[in-house]
């Protein structure tokens, strides 16, 4: 039981780091659709993001009557900055992540999509708290739907065709 006690005091102790660093939350747009984004700075100016987004291409192209969902993760790593004349900072980034959701791909009809989701982009933030971030985020991944009772998996073609026109990133700095 003092083990269970200090292993919980230990993690909630631990969490409170989390709370004292910068976060950001905000809006995505590209030519798939749209979704709210959110980050956590860590350590060496690296960050976490977490996304939430409707994948409206296969609705206005015809090819869904409804849009996907897809949620996603990646851990981001700085590997350059620089800091302007006028006090605002461009930050260059790339890291690996996971991507999971229910999307219409090329070809197929809605299906479970899952698969390895990587990034890299530039975000300035600003002197006051905005940040703009522009990202290319390719999926390679699984495209799973059922067809007169069996499972069909294909490669998640939307996941890389769609990657070739960035993301662009509004978020609230707090």
Known sequence: MRI?????????????GLYAQPKAAGCIFSTSGLGVTYEHSMEKGNFLSADLSLDTDAVIWKRADHPGVTASFVWNMVFAEKDS????RISFFAGPGLMAGYVTDYGSKAGIAFGL?????VECRFRRPFIL???????IGTHMTSKDGNTMMKLYRCGLIETII?????????
Not at 117 to 121: E, L, R, W
Not at 133 to 139: C, E, G, I, N, R
């Open 4 to 16: 269970c006690v200090a292993v919980l005091a230990a993690l909630v102790l631990s969490l409170g």
């Open 117 to 121: 989701k990587g990034c890299i982009g």
């Open 166 to 174: 960035p993301n662009i990133g509004i978020k609230y700095a707090f």
């Open 133 to 139: 971030s522009a990202t290319l985020s390719p999926t």
């Open 85 to 88: 004349a006028y006090g605002n």
